[in-house]
């Protein structure tokens, strides 16, 4: 469960990845979907650091 944990960050930022490439590549980019992407990646990025910082 720790190791879950662990990159739970890690899943988190890909998922804001993932947010940003599929409306790209389907050509049905707005700016709402670029602002909760760019949230999605920056909570992931900061998860990574404080979990990874918990779970050593």
Known sequence: ???LLKYLG???L???VAI???PTVTGNL???TLL???A???AGYLGHIFLNKKFE
């Open 10 to 12: 890690v899943i988190v």
């Open 20 to 22: 940003l490439a599929i």
């Open 36 to 38: 909760v992407g760019l």
């Open 1 to 3: 469960m720790n190791t």
């Open 30 to 32: 707005n700016n709402a």
């Open 14 to 16: 890909l998922i804001g």
């Open 40 to 42: 999605v990646i920056i």
